[in-house]
Nanobody
């Protein structure tokens, strides 16, 4: 079992930055791949970024956020982060983190944090 709690969302103007945090507890954090997902009103949830387990040597990003967002993890603190720069109105969504392991059906989700980009 893994419990995930996101924080760091808010209302910002276009071009601003935010850093989202996801705190994990309940299991060995380092064995999980981690991902950030987002869901805008009326749209399906989409993958934003992922980072592999362990040292997090491999990251992936949605094309829409490449070059603007950075995912990272700190296994000593059981944390995963999403640094979001040059935010755009189309980044407005509820952002959630997910813990998962390859080949394992069970995954875990946080409750989400709202990010609103508006002038």
């Amino acid at each position: 079992q893994v419990q995930l709690v996101e924080s760091g969302g808010g209302l910002v103007q276009p071009g601003a930055s935010l850093r989202l945090s996801c705190a994990a507890s309940g299991s060995i954090f380092s064995i999980y791949n981690m991902g950030w997902y987002r869901q805008a009103p009326g749209k399906q949830r989409e993958l934003v970024a992922t980072i592999t387990s362990g040292s997090g040597s491999t990251t992936t990003y949605a094309d829409s956020v490449k070059g603007r967002f950075t995912i990272s993890r700190d296994n000593t603190k059981n944390m995963v982060y999403l640094q979001m720069n040059t935010l755009k109105p189309e980044d407005t969504a509820v952002y959630s983190c997910r813990a998962f392991r390859a080949g394992i059906r069970n995954d875990y989700w946080g409750q989400g944090t709202q990010v609103t980009v508006s002038s």
